[in-house]
């Protein structure tokens, strides 16, 4: 009985660690999109540039302690949802949210964000 305690007291604390990673996910989405200019998200939907490899090397300590959870949240977190979070923060660029190209280059910036979280 004692072993059935403890697995469901580890998954809950997994479920929280869980909940609490996607919370972060979408603030550090959010925060990331907030100061971005027209033009950065246009050259970002080109290809011109990154967001992941700045946050993974800011963060690679704690993405480094957290990895399973970090990795757990990025592959289960839907394109579509990181756009919603793109649009709800800068609604003035909707249209660039819309565009093919940036849940493209999101999905792109996401199997970059796993490998590089996945390295460290």
């Keep these: 009985m004692g072993r059935d305690v403890a697995a469901t007291e580890q998954e809950s604390e997994h479920r929280l660690l869980l909940e609490l990673a996607r919370e972060a996910f979408e603030k550090q989405v959010a925060r990331r999109v907030r100061p971005l200019s027209r033009g950065f998200v246009e050259r970002w939907m080109k290809?011109?540039?990154?967001?992941?490899s700045d946050v993974v090397r800011r963060h690679a300590t704690e993405l480094r302690a957290y990895r399973p959870v970090v990795l757990e949240v990025?592959?289960?977190?839907?394109?579509?949802?990181?756009?919603?979070?793109?649009?709800?923060?800068?609604?003035?660029?909707?249209?660039l949210?819309?565009?093919?190209?940036?849940?493209?280059?999101?999905?792109?910036?996401?199997?970059?964000?796993?490998k590089a979280v996945e390295a460290l």
């Design 47 to 52: 290809g011109e540039l990154w967001l992941y």
């Design 74 to 95: 990025l592959r289960s977190t839907s394109i579509d949802e990181m756009l919603d979070i793109c649009r709800r923060t800068r609604p003035d660029l909707t249209y």
């Design 97 to 114: 949210w819309h565009d093919p190209a940036a849940k493209a280059k999101l999905a792109k910036e996401i199997d970059e964000a796993v």
